[in-house]
């Protein structure tokens, strides 16, 4: 078991608040991703759990057990770094078992445990070469192992693929989540990138401002956003805003937004627009559309029937509407009063 848990936990340095009363469960054997943008908390978070930026109050527990007066070393963590922070001087061998011979574990238990893990991440190849000969992918590799012959219940990792050309990442993607699969244990991954975030994560933690926004499966936080941030941050091409009457913003996603060449008098919102940018991106097509009043949305679809300076007409059904209040939090269906001042407005137009 490797469940971690925040009670009622804030984070300050001197005066400033990061983290603000936070509670928070990480189910055991997922993989969850926290993400957000820069400052937003998500690795203060991940660095109370391993123990080097200790709580300022609060408990954290991993397996039930507080672990706030345990050593970082003792917590049964591994951490994987931005920078890898292997040492150049040594083999890929040396590297990986590096903290088991300061852990004076005998020879024998320590060929079987590097053989296991450079296995397991593709390296057996690689044991006798410097860090120097590899690439960037290989590198990460040998930071990986390094932590899973640690035999941790819990894998952190800070931004690990940041380093990594984009094509690299997708690969390396791919590869941790294989990982993940292996091992059955539990990974908390930080990453600003919402792609990473939505293509491996089976639980996503987003966070704004040292706050929780939403936490959710990556289908559900994308096709069901709480509040107005999570509308705007997961996503891309981002959420479509608009603001409507009486603080109420309505949002839509560019996939839902369809381009005619006159208005559909069946559809609940539609403008007049003209197409601005396009973009081809080989199965897609992302269009911009500027109304008359100066305001931009992006809409994507398969088909690609017009060119930039086109006057087009965009359509979107109720059906794919989102609403937000004054306070920015979502307004659902089942509020039935807020819901209905929402269509009243929405029947008004911009």
Same mark, same amino acid.
């Given at each position: 078991?490797?469940?971690?848990?925040?009670?009622?936990?804030?984070?300050?340095?001197?005066? @400033?608040? /990061?983290i603000e009363?936070?509670?928070?469960?990480?189910?055991?054997g997922?993989?969850?991703?926290? /993400?957000?943008?820069?400052?937003?908390?998500?690795?203060?978070?991940?660095? =109370?759990?391993? !123990?080097? !930026?200790?709580?300022?109050? *609060?408990?954290?527990?991993?397996? *039930?057990?507080?672990?706030?007066?345990?050593?970082?070393?003792?917590r $049964? /963590?591994? +951490?994987?770094?931005?920078?890898?922070?292997i040492?150049?001087?040594?083999n890929?061998?040396?590297?990986?078992?590096? $903290?088991?011979?300061?852990?004076?574990?005998?020879?024998?238990?320590?060929?079987?445990?590097?053989?296991?893990?450079?296995?397991?991440?593709?390296?057996?190849?690689?044991l006798?070469?410097?860090?120097?000969?590899l690439?960037? *992918?290989?590198? &990460?590799?040998?930071?990986?192992? %390094?932590?899973m012959?640690?035999?941790?219940?819990v894998? #952190?990792m800070?931004?690990?693929?940041?380093?990594?050309?984009?094509?690299l %990442?997708v690969? =390396?993607?791919?590869?941790?989540?294989?990982?993940?699969?292996k #091992?059955?244990?539990?990974?908390?991954?930080?990453?600003?990138?919402?792609?990473?975030? +939505?293509? =491996?994560?089976?639980?996503?933690?987003? +966070?704004?401002?040292?706050?929780?926004?939403?936490?959710?499966?990556?289908?559900?936080?994308?096709?069901n956003?709480?509040?107005?941030?999570?509308?705007?941050?997961?996503?891309?091409?981002?959420m479509?805003?608009?603001? #409507?009457?009486?603080?109420i913003?309505?949002?839509?996603?560019?996939? %839902? $937004?369809?381009l005619?060449?006159?208005?559909?008098?069946?559809?609940d919102?539609?403008v007049e627009?003209?197409?601005?940018?396009?973009?081809? #991106? *080989?199965?897609?097509?992302?269009?911009s559309?500027?109304?008359?009043?100066?305001?931009?949305? =992006?809409?994507?679809?398969?088909?690609?029937?017009?060119?930039?300076?086109?006057?087009?007409?965009?359509?979107?059904?109720?059906? @794919?509407?989102?609403?937000? $209040?004054?306070?920015? &939090? %979502?307004?659902?269906?089942?509020?039935a009063?807020?819901? &209905?001042?929402?269509?009243?407005?929405?029947?008004?137009?911009?």
């Amino acid at each position: 078991m490797a469940a971690i848990e925040f009670k009622n936990v804030t984070k300050k340095f001197g005066n @400033h608040v /990061v983290i603000e009363n936070i509670n928070l469960k990480i189910k055991d054997g997922s993989f969850t991703v926290l /993400v957000g943008p820069s400052g937003c908390g998500k690795t203060t978070l991940l660095r =109370m759990i391993a !123990g080097i !930026g200790p709580q300022t109050s *609060g408990q954290v527990l991993i397996d *039930g057990n507080d672990v706030t007066e345990i050593a970082p070393g003792k917590r $049964g /963590v591994a +951490m994987v770094f931005q920078n890898y922070a292997i040492y150049p001087t040594m083999n890929v061998r040396d590297n990986i078992e590096f $903290g088991l011979k300061n852990n004076k574990i005998p020879k024998e238990e320590r060929d079987i445990l590097v053989k296991e893990a450079s296995e397991k991440v593709g390296l057996e190849e690689y044991l006798d070469r410097k860090p120097s000969t590899l690439s960037g *992918g290989q590198r &990460q590799r040998v930071a990986l192992a %390094r932590a899973m012959v640690k035999k941790p219940s819990v894998f #952190l990792m800070d931004e690990p693929l940041s380093n990594l050309d984009a094509k690299l %990442r997708v690969q =390396m993607r791919v590869e941790l989540i294989e990982l993940h699969k292996k #091992l059955q244990t539990t990974f908390v991954y930080v990453t600003h990138d919402q792609v990473e975030a +939505m293509s =491996m994560a089976d639980t996503v933690i987003l +966070m704004n401002n040292g706050f929780i926004q939403q936490i959710a499966a990556p289908e559900e936080i994308y096709r069901n956003p709480a509040n107005l941030f999570t509308a705007r941050f997961i996503g891309s091409p981002a959420m479509n805003i608009v603001e #409507l009457n009486d603080g109420i913003r309505l949002g839509f996603r560019p996939e %839902r $937004g369809i381009l005619s060449d006159e208005a559909d008098p069946k559809a609940d919102f539609s403008v007049e627009g003209q197409v601005v940018t396009r973009e081809m #991106l *080989g199965r897609e097509t992302t269009y911009s559309v500027r109304d008359p009043q100066g305001r931009t949305y =992006m809409v994507t679809g398969l088909d690609d029937p017009y060119k930039v300076d086109d006057k087009v007409y965009l359509n979107v059904s109720l059906k @794919h509407i989102y609403f937000f $209040g004054k306070d920015e &939090q %979502r307004i659902y269906e089942e509020d039935a009063q807020q819901y &209905q001042a929402c269509l009243e407005a929405l029947r008004r137009g911009l």
